[in-house]
């Protein structure tokens, strides 16, 4: 595991339609770097979306440009957004797209989609905001097919007391201005609750918050 410091990319370019995109809504980091021609992912994004092939589900849409930065192994982007603006911004930015693209009304605790119906999930800024982040990842595990994984970047409560202190103080003010984020939660914890085995593991942080980025697979 590996500790690192990540700077934040600049706001979006007003000088074009999609900008660099939104990982979240409710926390606007940039899926995409640079400019014109040059755009290409975050280095978050492109790791998030290392080994990806398949249907794959993702938990938010964003404004709906991460959906020009999946992998061409990827046969089928199926979103779950649960904010009707978002989800026709996400329809928007889709058309053109090589991929085929769903974009479906759900939360992360109801995915509307079969179980074992999917070859990977990818969890961006999503379990934070979740109601209840162990049934969601419940939700996760049964809509994967067998081999399936987990591809996630989220908030994760430090390791240190005192700070998990400090996370967990701030987290009503936090919650109401970031869409019903909690900073202090175990994402981690949560998901060996629920039977998910961590497969790769980088942790860092970024605006003083610890986030975690890795892979996980049910056991």
Known sequence: MTL???ALAGPPDPRHARGRGMEQF??????????????????????LMAGLSGRVLEIGAGDGVKVTCYPS?????VLVEDDPFLRAAAGDAATGVAIPVRVLDGAAERLPVPDASCDGVVCSL?????????????EVRRVLR????????EHQRSEHA????????????????????????DVLAAMTAVGF???????????????????????
């Open 73 to 77: 192994g990827v046969t089928e982007i």
């Open 146 to 153: 067998p081999g399936g994984r987990l591809h996630f970047y």
């Open 126 to 138: 999503a379990l934070c905001r979740a109601g209840d982040a162990q049934a969601a990842l419940a």
């Open 162 to 185: 005192t700070l998990t202190l400090a996370e967990r103080l701030v987290t009503p003010v936090w919650s109401r201005v970031a869409g019903g984020c909690h900073p202090a939660r």
């Open 26 to 47: 409710h926390h606007p980091r940039p899926v995409c770097v640079g400019r014109g021609e040059g755009t290409r992912p975050t280095p978050e994004r492109r790791k």
């Open 4 to 6: 690192r410091t990540l």
């Open 197 to 219: 085995a961590i497969d790769g593991l980088d942790r860092f942080q970024l605006f003083h918050v610890n986030h975690v980025l890795g892979v996980a697979r049910p056991e």
